[in-house]
């Protein structure tokens, strides 16, 4: 079971998993394992990578879909 977008969140803002471990002051190795789904950042981290992708936290837990605004006068 997949529990975080962090891969897509990277690729969707055109980072690396070098730059987000460089960013955070982490072993690139880790961010690896966190992309890969491997191992998960802890609580904290997470808060912390959301902020440096400007981010909820949530969106790198679960896909958020954004919604179209439909107007009913089209």
């Known amino acids: 079971m997949e529990l975080n977008r962090l891969k ?9 998993g070098k730059w987000l471990a460089e960013t955070l ?24 990578i959301a902020k440096t992708l400007g981010v909820e936290v949530r969106e790198l837990l ?9 107007n009913s006068n089209d």
């Not at 002051?25 to 912390?48: H, I, M, Y």
């Not at 679960?62 to 439909?70: A, C, D, L």
């Open 25 to 48: 002051g982490k072993n690139e190795a880790t961010v690896s394992r966190w992309c890969a789904n491997v191992s998960q950042p802890s609580l904290e981290t997470l808060f912390a």
């Open 8 to 16: 897509v969140l990277l690729v969707e803002r055109k980072k690396t």
């Open 62 to 70: 679960v896909e958020i879909k954004k919604e179209k605004n439909i």
